[in-house]
């Protein structure tokens, strides 16, 4: 099974495919595409990296993603990379405990460290909102 909803690399998913996969969540979806382009002309993309990962989708800020996302059924997940100035600032700012420790369990790479969590709610996509704003910043 993928991690992605979408495993097949034969079809490349579009609006209409993740709106069925992740439900009521696509509110959310489309509300972080509009906050991401708040910092500039996001470029959004899909990218297949593997069988066992399936289709991610990715908001670029210029060449740096913010922000990966990741069809569930139902729902959806954020998948960040964080260098150390931006863990600095998550850690100064009101993200939810949750996932604070999501960040200092993930393995620090050179690229930085890798955390994702689901978005189901107003909230979780609040915090993911606010993550953007301190990767794009940072």
Request: aromatic share 14%; proline share 4%; glycine share 8%.
């Amino acid at each position: 099974m993928s991690l992605s909803f979408f495993d097949n690399k034969a079809f490349t998913p579009d609006d209409g495919a993740v709106a069925l996969a992740i439900g009521n969540t696509k509110a959310f979806w489309d509300e972080l595409q509009a906050h991401a382009a708040s910092y500039g002309k996001p470029i959004c993309e899909w990218k297949f990296y593997s069988k066992a990962a399936g289709w991610s989708f990715l908001l670029k800020c210029g060449k740096r993603t913010l922000v990966y996302f990741i069809p569930q059924e139902g729902f959806f997940k954020v998948n960040f990379v964080l260098g150390e100035r931006a863990i600095e600032a998550v850690r100064a700012a009101n993200i939810p405990p949750g996932i604070l420790i999501l960040i200092e369990e993930a393995k620090p790479y050179m690229e930085g460290r890798s955390f994702m969590f689901d978005i189901k709610t107003e909230a979780d996509c609040n915090t993911a909102k606010q993550i953007i704003g301190i990767k794009h910043n940072n």
